[in-house]
């Protein structure tokens, strides 16, 4: 028993060399270390065992009910093929084949990106002829172009460029000097809608009229008769408007052009230098006087033959004015032209403006002899019971044309903007008139489209700005009776 009891007290000296006390006391106070070090291991991996039975046992579970989904998917499709048919048992397997993808998600791939149609591989910026490429390292991959939207508004965009034309040399020539912009054969879905959805009517009325014609074939065999009658109202309108003996070789005597200009403008509608039309404010319900640029012939002979330049629509503005007189009207045609030019030098791009910078009093616009635009106003809103001074508001669309437009009409003689006027009102009402003129009725409208005859869509732009439609782009009423007379002009 004495050896017992010595082994004993050497294993308690063992424990106490050690430097532990089990008493109650002790444990009490006992740092923590060997709880982490002795049992903490062991109980991270218990946790850590139990935490992956569930992960697994959850998996399955969760691959169970995918495969229960995708079985009774499909079985559902083989139903519906046998009772309904193929139709709707083609419809069934593809929303069977959406289940089974959703099912069974595949890991996502990372994102595609492909050089586009106009960068190569190795980062280089063009493909075109005459280019200096740059083949560096650090060339920004461009993201895959997939959808139909990305796709148009690439290929309406990139076909079109003059890649004849090095962009760092040339860069307007480059974007802007390729015919493909206005070419003959353009599709009109290819076009902008507000220009697509007239555009696709005219078609419509165009396929009418010919079969019309085919079923009047007797009456088109005969020759139609010219009505004077227009002839005679046109010369009766120059006469009452001070425009008798148009056009002028010399400088007539006569106001200013603006006292001209607005008797044209509210009587029948002609806005030659400005256009003038009454909106509603969104906010205040209340009309508001709105003055923009109007399009002029110029840009639309541009528009309507791109492969004529300048110089032939001197001459086409040159054989109109000679149909009213034998006298040279090469220097007129000129002059009437160089006008035309800079009114456009003037009209910027229209961008979006806060409303506070889109409005302007009378006092601010510029004022010269040549136009006045307190009595211009005054004129063409006295019908509507509007009275303007110099502090009155007005909402300028195309703020820098309307600024400058008096200062630029001063620089030119009184008989090139009574000419300039009497030209514009000829063309305006070109396709109510003889067929002398006809050379010009694809001048007298915007949006001219190639395959469709010329005095149908002239006539029809006539008649929809004549009765606008409300909500639309012309729904918005110009100033003055003007429209009424047009149309009645038109019957």
């Not at 109109?320 to 800079?342: G, P």
């Not at 006092?363 to 040549?370: D, I, P, S, T, V």
């Not at 110099?390 to 620089?411: A, I, P």
């Amino acid at each position: 028993m004495t050896g017992h009891r010595g082994r004993r007290r050497d294993r308690s000296h063992r424990r106490g060399g050690r430097g532990e006390d089990r008493s109650p006391a002790v444990a009490k106070y006992r740092s923590p270390r060997r709880h982490q070090s002795a049992g903490g291991k062991g109980r991270d991996q218990r946790s850590a065992s139990r935490r992956s039975s569930v992960s697994h046992s959850s998996s399955r579970s969760e691959r169970r009910r995918r495969v229960a989904v995708v079985g009774a998917a499909w079985l559902l499709a083989v139903v519906l093929t046998v009772l309904g048919g193929v139709g709707i048992g083609t419809l069934a397997v593809r929303y069977a084949d959406f289940f089974q993808r959703v099912a069974s998600p595949s890991a996502p791939s990372p994102r595609s990106y492909r050089p586009a149609r106009r960068l190569e591989p190795d980062g280089s910026y063009m493909d075109s002829p005459g280019f200096t490429k740059n083949k560096g390292a650090d060339a920004v991959p461009v993201e895959t172009c997939d959808s139909d939207v990305c796709l148009w508004e690439g290929r309406n965009l990139y076909e079109k460029f003059n890649e004849s034309v090095n962009p760092c040399n040339d860069f307007y020539g480059y974007v802007c000097g390729s015919s493909s912009w206005y070419r003959d054969s353009q599709r009109i879905d290819t076009r902008p809608y507000r220009i697509h959805s007239p555009g696709q009517l005219m078609f419509d009325l165009a396929d009418l009229q010919r079969r019309l014609y085919r079923l009047r074939n007797d009456r088109n065999c005969t020759q139609p008769e010219k009505n004077d009658s227009v002839w005679i109202t046109m010369k009766k309108i120059f006469v009452e408007n001070l425009l008798q003996g148009w056009p002028f070789k010399k400088d007539p005597k006569t106001l200013r052009i603006s006292d001209t200009s607005m008797v044209l403008d509210k009587y029948i509608g002609l806005f030659a230098f400005v256009k003038v039309s009454l909106r509603k404010d969104l906010e205040d319900d209340d009309y508001e006087v709105h003055l923009e640029a109007p399009e002029l012939m110029l840009k639309r002979h541009q528009l309507v033959y791109p492969y004529e330049s300048v110089a032939d629509y001197a001459k086409r503005v040159e054989r109109l004015l000679s149909i009213f007189t034998n006298a040279s009207m090469v220097k007129a045609a000129e002059d009437i032209v160089q006008l035309e030019q800079r009114l456009l030098m003037i009209k910027e791009p229209r961008r979006f403006l806060p409303y506070d910078n889109r409005t302007a009093t009378i006092k601010e616009l510029q004022r010269r002899n040549a136009w006045h635009w307190l009595t211009y106003l005054n004129f063409l809103m006295e019908d509507a019971g509007v009275q303007f001074h110099r502090q009155s508001s007005v909402v300028l669309l195309d703020r820098e044309y309307v600024t400058r437009l008096s200062h630029m009409l001063s620089k030119f003689s009184g008989k090139t903007l009574l000419n300039y006027l009497g030209y514009a009102m000829i063309v305006k009402f070109s396709p109510l008139l003889p067929s002398d003129v006809d050379f010009v009725v694809p001048l007298s409208h915007d949006n001219y489209l190639e395959t469709v005859p010329e005095l149908l869509q002239a006539v029809r732009s006539h008649a929809r700005k004549a009765v606008p439609v409300p909500g639309s782009q012309d729904g918005a009423y110009d100033a003055g009776p003007g429209k009424r007379d047009q149309a009645s002009l038109a019957l």
